[in-house]
């Protein structure tokens, strides 16, 4: 049967989720917290859950969703009955939203075949990449740490490196430093905030070349050469400085990046990285 999530199925639910998805505990924990959550349940087991949130997409107006079946229960049509259940209770929601996103595995499972019959269209895919080596030499690069003073600079490089990228998946706006003075506010507070001491810098003789975040659990994200200076094997560096800074904690870095990137991924292919989960964003209009 299906009933709502109580405080006392966090655990199992954050378990059953981890199974089907290799997001941190961390992340997953922080989902079932923030989302209304729904199970279904046999004999005091759960067999499969749902989830909605309507502020955690990054997108004004968009809900974002989950649905997950344990392997061996499925094609018992509980997958569409979580979502009909999340799709009833976003209707009577007094906050409806305009457009709704779920992600799911492409790697394993009928996912793309389950939202895709309920009007879902892919809008961007992400590899889950991992790092099978060792320490290597240190990059040649001098690197420093953020600060205020960087900051336009920062989002300036970063908007001109990632536009390309963004233009070929429309993802708009295609230049991150046309975001509206809302969310470019919220961005500044976060890099001078909560992400300040993770920010790296890399320069070749006083000249900003690139950049990257390394979080305390071994993911980097946010990596960049400015156009300008791309081609010249400086990916490959800053690469390397951040698996070895991860190796040195005992830690095994790990990175997300766009299916769309292929330049990407065959720089992090030829540093030691290798895939191990891919995952599929997809949306539609809510009606």
């Known amino acids: 049967m299906i009933r709502q999530a109580q405080s006392n199925d966090k655990e199992s639910i954050v378990t ?16 079932v917290e923030k989302a209304t959550v729904f199970i279904w349940e046999e004999n005091d087991q759960l067999i499969g859950c749902g989830t909605y949130d309507l502020n955690s997409s990054g ?38 939203p305009r457009a709704v996103m779920a992600t799911y595995r492409v790697d394993h499972g009928q996912g793309a075949d389950f939202f895709a019959k309920r009007g879902f269209a892919s809008i961007w895919g992400h590899h889950l990449m991992k790092y099978t080596g060792e320490i290597g030499p240190a990059p040649t690069l001098d690197v420093r740490k953020f600060s205020e003073s960087d900051m336009d600079m920062y989002i300036q490089s970063q908007s001109d490196a990632y536009y390309e990228v963004r233009k070929g998946i429309d993802l708009q706006p295609y230049r991150l430093a046309d975001y509206p003075e809302k969310t470019m506010n919220a961005w500044k507070s976060w890099l001078l905030g909560e992400m300040r001491e993770d920010i790296y810098l890399f320069e070749h003789e006083g000249v900003f070349v690139g950049s990257l975040i390394i979080t305390g659990h071994g993911e980097v994200y946010d990596v960049f050469v400015d156009p300008v200076h791309q081609g010249k094997g400086y990916g490959k560096e800053l690469v390397r400085f951040f698996v070895n800074q ?27 990285f290798q895939t191990f989960q891919t995952t599929t964003t997809a949306k539609r209009d809510f009606a």
């Open 246 to 272: 991860t190796l040195e904690k005992g830690l095994q870095p790990y990175l997300v990046t766009g299916t769309h990137n292929e330049s990407a991924i065959a720089l992090y292919e030829r540093t030691g």
């Open 16 to 31: 059953m989720i981890g199974e089907g998805m290799l997001w941190r505990t961390e992340e997953i924990v922080d989902i």
């Open 59 to 96: 997108e004004d107006g968009t809900a974002e969703i989950y649905v997950y079946t344990r392997p061996d229960h499925r094609k018992r049509g509980i997958g569409s009955r979580l979502f009909d259940q999340l799709w009833l209770d976003l209707q009577q929601h007094e906050e409806k």
